[in-house]
């Protein structure tokens, strides 16, 4: 059985074969083994009882299932009002920048808690959340970028930039799933996050 080998059952699954096909490979665990300690370094830092709370642990949940839905509400409502077909209007496309603004800030909180979760995951959950994590914080950069061109009057740039970005966060969100549905993360897991 090679390193990488998924379960037999999960192997027939069609999420799990992508995921499979996306993460498993050794670059991918050799980066997320560097970066896992570059995180946890920087956890030993952190003041007293920082970690705790983004894990969640004071409301005895995780912290970043329940942030993650003001990016991606933000970003999806943003592209609702951009992409839709009907008519635009000055005050479409001001609710759109407000929405798309709101989830870009909101996002900031939400990677921290992320990454705190991330830094205590082995294996394949380790791997799938190193690419979850990539492609989200692209998407934030890339929305950073679309509000930056709004704000300049350059709309059809925001909006590519936005949309690609929107794309992204659902590939990521794809992955978000795996990690909870299929390798049981933050289903009582990062609560118990080791903190050393």
């Known amino acids: 059985m090679s390193l990488f080998a998924a379960p037999q059952a999960d192997r027939a699954k069609p999420s799990s074969v992508v995921e499979d096909a996306l993460v498993n490979h050794d670059a991918v665990e050799d980066l997320a083994e560097t970066l896992q300690q570059l995180l946890q370094d920087l956890e030993q830092n952190l003041p007293d009882g920082v970690v705790a709370v983004l894990h969640g642990t004071p409301l005895g949940h995780p912290l970043h299932p329940i942030l993650v839905h003001l990016p991606l509400g933000g970003w999806?409502?943003?592209?609702?009002?951009?992409?839709?077909?009907?008519?635009?209007?000055?005050?479409?496309?001001?609710?759109?920048?407000?929405?798309?603004?709101?989830?870009?800030?909101?996002?900031?909180?939400?990677?921290?808690?992320?990454?705190?979760?991330?830094?205590?995951?082995?294996?394949?959950?380790?791997?799938?959340?190193?690419?979850?994590?990539?492609?989200?914080?692209?998407?934030?950069?890339?929305?950073?970028?679309?509000?930056?061109?709004?704000?300049?009057?350059r709309r059809g740039l925001g909006k590519l930039l936005s949309g690609a970005a929107l794309g992204l966060a659902l590939a990521g969100g794809f992955l978000g799933g795996q990690l909870v549905y299929r390798h049981g993360l933050g289903v009582g897991q990062t609560l118990d996050h080791p903190q050393g």
Request: proline share 3%; glycine share 12%; charged share 20%.
């Open 76 to 153: 999806m409502i943003a592209g609702m009002l951009d992409f839709y077909p009907g008519p635009k209007s000055e005050a479409t496309e001001r609710a759109a920048d407000l929405a798309l603004t709101l989830g870009t800030v909101g996002a900031v909180a939400t990677i921290a808690t992320g990454w705190t979760d991330w830094a205590g995951t082995r294996g394949e959950a380790r791997r799938t959340g190193l690419i979850h994590g990539a492609l989200n914080e692209t998407a934030f950069l890339l929305n950073v970028g679309s509000v930056l061109a709004r704000r300049r009057q």
